[in-house]
């Protein structure tokens, strides 16, 4: 069937109720999944630790504070080497943690897969770093009309607290805060359109990112109330996270309720194309075996 850009009827709380139908008998696996994301986190948070201990240990705690390196240019690398570094780390297991949920979703077990991504690891991981890099690149080339009206109000608006104000500073002051008022809304309104690119690239490995990006956007054409709405349906379980163990369940329920909400949208343009390339890698790997 061909897929049109009507916004779908189904509901939130179908959509939920079906994530829940497709999670019965997968929570094992789900909660295994969880664990393995929330053990990576840890271990992120743990070289931190290490890394404050290390300076600890050698008097120079200095060099961990945030007023150091936003003031040094030595600190300011540090931030820039660090958020560049998590970025290469978290987002390839991001792209990862994608695909196995996809098969629980569909009712599959993710052995086929993680055993295609362990022996595809460089593959998978550079596919996966590329993908995060490029729709990020486009999100943050739409971030900065923001973050100039942002610093444009700031400016602004310090030159007129500063002592007596000109007319053209508050014109410039409102006309700041106006900008950046409406180009949150274009911001938002791009990161939205953008959602389905990184679960394309997802499905269908041989895409390139910026066809996906391209469908993406055309695919989320007038749905961008309808993403919001499902998304603010999850508000309501942020206060339970505070207990942390809560996370093991709302994890798996978040994120296939998410990819049903996707199938949705998507329709008759969701093509799980990575079964078809295991098979193709089985047999070619079966035959490089037997020659």
Not at 8 to 31: H, P, Q
Not at 88 to 113: C, H, Q, T, W
Not at 138 to 158: D, E, K, N, T
Not at 163 to 179: A, M, N, P, Q
Request: include cysteine; charged fraction near 15%; aromatic fraction near 18%.
């Amino acid at each position: 069937m061909p897929h049109t850009n009507e916004v779908s009827k189904i509901t939130n709380r179908e959509i939920k109720a079906e994530a829940l139908r497709r999670l019965k008998g997968n929570w094992g696996n789900c909660i295994a999944l969880t664990v393995f994301i929330l053990a990576f986190i840890f271990f992120l948070a743990l070289c931190e630790a290490m890394l404050y201990l290390l300076l600890a240990l050698f008097d120079a705690r200095e060099y961990y504070f945030m007023s150091f390196m936003i003031r040094t240019r030595p600190g300011r690398f540090g931030i820039v080497f660090r958020l560049v570094l998590l970025f290469a780390l978290i987002m390839p297991e991001l792209y990862i943690a994608r695909r196995l949920y996809i098969d629980i979703a569909n009712g599959k077990s993710f052995v086929k897969s993680r055993r295609y991504i362990q022996s595809n690891f460089k593959k998978i991981f550079s596919r996966g770093l590329f993908t995060a890099l490029a729709t990020s690149l486009f999100r943050l080339l739409a971030a900065i009309p923001l973050i100039a009206g942002v610093y444009g109000a700031y400016y602004w608006g310090s030159a007129c607290t500063s002592g007596e104000s000109e007319l053209f500073e508050l014109i410039f002051l409102l006309l700041c805060l106006v900008f950046t008022i409406f180009w949150t809304g274009v911001f938002i309104y791009i990161c939205i359109s953008l959602c389905l690119a990184n679960y394309i690239m997802v499905l269908n490995p041989e895409e390139k990112v910026f066809s996906a990006c391209g469908m993406s956007v055309r695919l989320m054409k007038g749905k961008h109330w309808r993403y919001l709405s499902f998304i603010f349906s999850f508000v309501k379980f942020i206060p339970t996270l505070i207990m942390f163990y809560p996370l093991f369940i709302l994890t798996p329920y978040y994120m296939v309720s998410y990819i049903v909400f996707i199938e949705d949208l998507m329709g008759g343009d969701w093509q799980d194309k990575l079964p078809d390339i295991i098979r193709s890698w089985n047999k070619s790997h079966q035959t490089g075996k037997e020659s």
